[in-house]
Structure formats: C-alpha cells, structure tokens
C-alpha cells in the first residue's frame, strides 16, 4: 500500500486527478467510479481538464435499491449531475437500482465487469471501512451482490435525504473480489470522521470487521488521506 498524505481534499483530489491523467496516458480505458462526497473535488478536476474520456468505460461501485436514475438521491443521479453531463464517455455503467429482476441485474453487471476488467477504481471509505456498499463482515471473495445497509450508513447517508426514513435499506454492491481485480485502486479519505476506518485499513488486522483492510493485500493500492484522515496513523 502506498500512503500519500496531503494538506487537505482540494491537493487530494488534485493528486488523484494526476494519477488518473498518468494512467489514461499509459492506456488505461475502463474507470471504477465511486459516489458520496469524497471524490466530488476529483470529478471537478476531471471536468476542468482537457482530458478525454469519450474512449473510456467507466463502472461505478453500486446504486440504491428502489431509486432510479431520475432520482436526485440516487447514484446515477449524482454521477449525471457532478460528472457525465459535463465529460462524454464510451460507456457508462451504474447498476440499474429499479431493475425488475435484480437477481439478473447482479449477473448482468458480474459479466460487464469480466468484459470490462478495470485500470484504475476510485474509492471512498464508510466510517465501518465500508468500500462501495462492502459492509462489514461481507465475505472478500463475493462478486456483485445484493446488501442490507447497516444503521450507521444508514444514518450517515441520511444527510442527503429529506427524511431519514427515505434512505433506501439496500442497495447493489460491487463486491470486494471484483474490487480487487483493479489494477490500480485510489482510495480517498478526508476528515477527522475517517482517521479510525484509515488506521484500521492501514494498520489494523486483514480482516472482514474492516472490509478496506483487504486493500493491504492488493499490489497496487494508494490511499490519498488529509492530516484529520490521517491522525492515527503517526
Ligand atoms: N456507497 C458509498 C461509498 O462508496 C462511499 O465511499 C461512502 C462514504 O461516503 P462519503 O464520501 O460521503 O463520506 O458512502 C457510501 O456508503
């Protein structure tokens, strides 16, 4: 694992941007995409660039279930609002949240990811070192799959809806294995409210109580922290 700590989100983002911008000049074509606050910063650099994305495939982490992609609290959503209405791409993937069958949704998106293996994936991290919607103790080997949120991102993520009782109780998930597949994997953290999920990712025991701690088994991942990110680790 490779730990850059920087200053604050904007150098974060900003390094993050470089390691994206270096990777599509050395051929990468398929972006794992990520949502919440954490990358916004990066999506921004991203669209105040001049670089081109319309050859390449992005596939992001995981979609809500119930909400589709009209939806202002759901990932589409987001995606469409802070990235793909400014920069085209090849392909888009999110999985689709109000699928009819969701069973055939999970399939369908396990074999895009087999038909589009992924150069460089984004992360964020929960305050459980949840990654995507990989809640504690999911199993590492588990592909896209079907998840029950817990309480605690239930209730982190409620700041974005009206009401708590809206935020959906589950969601699509890529899972840690195909995660793990990723060339390269750029995880970002800001804030004193992650310095607990970075210590355990970085420090902690390999273990599915933490389910980023995986990543120390990944020959090329960096995690991008500010100082309140990074405070337990000294
Ligand atoms: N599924 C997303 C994750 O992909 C994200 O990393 C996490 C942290 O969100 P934030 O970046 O807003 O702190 O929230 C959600 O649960």
């Known amino acids: 694992m490779e730990i850059i700590k920087v200053k604050d989100q904007q150098s974060g983002s900003q390094k993050a941007f470089e390691l994206i911008a270096q990777g599509l000049q050395n051929n990468a074509h398929v972006l794992g995409l990520a949502t919440g606050s954490t990358p916004i910063k990066l999506y921004q650099e991203m669209v105040k660039s001049n670089l081109d994305f319309s050859q390449i495939t992005s596939i992001n982490l995981d979609e809500y279930i119930g909400l589709d992609a009209d939806n202002p609290q759901s990932y589409h959503y987001f995606m469409n609002q802070n990235l793909f209405q400014f920069k085209k791409f090849k392909n888009s993937y999110v999985p689709n949240g109000v699928a009819s069958d969701i069973d055939a949704e999970i399939k369908n998106y396990d074999q895009i990811i087999a038909d589009n293996p992924i150069d460089i994936q984004i992360l964020g991290i929960g305050q459980n070192g949840h990654i995507g919607f990989n809640e504690p103790k999911t199993p590492f080997d ?93």
Not at 163 to 169: I, L, Q, R, S
Not at 208 to 223: M, Y
């Open 142 to 234: 588990c592909t896209t799959h079907r998840v029950q949120l817990t309480q605690s991102t239930i209730e982190a993520n409620a700041r974005f809806f009206a009401d708590k009782n809206d935020v959906p109780k589950e969601a699509i998930s890529m899972g840690i294995a195909s995660i793990m597949k990723s060339k390269h994997i750029i995880l970002m953290a800001w804030g004193a409210n992650k310095a607990e999920a970075i210590y355990q990712t970085v420090k902690g025991p390999i273990s599915e109580d933490c389910p980023a701690s995986i990543l120390q088994n990944h020959p090329h991942a960096t995690i991008i922290v500010d100082e309140a990110a990074a405070s337990k680790l000294d």
